[in-house]
Every structure is written in C-alpha cells, then in structure tokens.
C-alpha cells in the first residue's frame, strides 16, 4: 500500500490505517507534552513534601492509542482510564508486557459518546482531539473541563487552521485565538506552535500545523 492510499478524502472524510500508524510508532516514547505535565506534579509534590511521595493520581488516556502514554502513566503509580474508539488500540494496549492491570482500566467510546469521570487529575490527550467531529468538539472540550479538578491538568495537541489536513471536515482544526479563548479556564504552562512542512509517522508529507498545549485548570 503506497502512503497516499492510507488516508483519503472522499466526502473530505479523514480515514486512517490505524494498524500501520500503530505499527509505525511501536516503541517511542512518550509524549514531551505528557512529559511536562508530569513534571508539573512531581515539582508540586516537592514543594509540598521535600521529597516524591506515593500518590494515587487519576488520569484519563484520551485517545490513547497503542498505550504509549498509558504505559509512561502507569509506570510512574497512576491510575488510568485508557479510552479509544479503536478496538485494536485497546487491543494493542491490553497486549503490552509493560502494563499494570491492576492501576489500568480501558473503555472503547467514540468522542460523542465519551463519559469522564469527575474529579480527574490528569486528561492527556496526544494528537488525538483533532478527530473529533466538529460539531461534537464543543462538548467533548466542556467535558474535559468538567471532569478535572481544580489544579488538575490538560496536555496534548489540537491542530491548526494552516494543517494540511484542514480540508477535511471531519476534523477540527483551531486559529491561534480560538486556542487561546478555549483555555481561558486554565493556567497555561506550555503553549508551542508548529508550522511547517513534515511528514507523518507513516512517511506521508503534510504540512503540521500543531499546538503543544499544558495547562492547568484554575
């Protein structure tokens, strides 16, 4: 299969190989946004403690793929609830030698059907929300702010208006502003641009236009 064939635009519908976009990320580690947003924590643990204390932290996978934040999650003593609309991402996850069960709980939920749970520490959302219908993405957006406590964090991605991907309108992609007005309920802690040309993890060209989003809910 060529790499133009695993993506089409038919009714500009996006459409993944998920299986080869699992297969071509095998391994890597976790994101630097999931990275930082920990960070976050454990300084907060310092400040309060002096040293890293056990905790029992929720956080909720969104998106979460094959697990490659799952698993950086559960290895660091989280509690998480791993959600994908992919079967065979669950799949996959469930298949790890790397997991915890006992701390990792899994859901199979599209977007529009996601539940969260309250009073949630953590929603890390890695390159996962821009496939939400647009029409949904307002309500999945006030979800994931529900859901986290006061002083709970955000981390992930959304994508903007210049990605080449824009022209599909199953996808949502965000101006610099709209990004700005939806995290208005948090205190940002990192907020990075990308704009350029690239290609995906499955060697397609596209032009990335991606924002690095950690922030903390007030």
Known sequence: MSDLNNYQSEGNVFERDWSAYYNAVVGRPP?????????GFDSESLNQHQTPVP??????????GEGRDTVELLRGGWRVLAIDGEAEAIARLLERPDINRQ?????VALFQDVVL????????????LPFCPPKFFP???????SSLRSGGRFCGQLFGNRDSWAIYTSMNHHTTQ????????????????????????????????????VARKK
């Open 178 to 213: 709209q990004v700005e007005i939806l995290l208005q309920p948090f205190e940002i802690e990192m907020l990075q641009e990308e704009d350029h040309p690239g290609k995906t993890a499955i060697g397609e060209e596209k032009h990335w236009h991606i924002f690095h989003i």
């Open 103 to 107: 701390l990792l709980e899994t859901r």
């Open 139 to 145: 309500s999945l957006w006030e979800k994931i702010i």
């Open 117 to 128: 749970p309250e009073s949630v520490d953590l929603v890390n959302a890695s390159f996962s």
């Open 55 to 64: 905790h029992s932290r929720f956080a909720v996978d969104l998106g979460c």
């Open 31 to 39: 994101r630097e946004t999931l990275v930082e947003a920990l960070a």
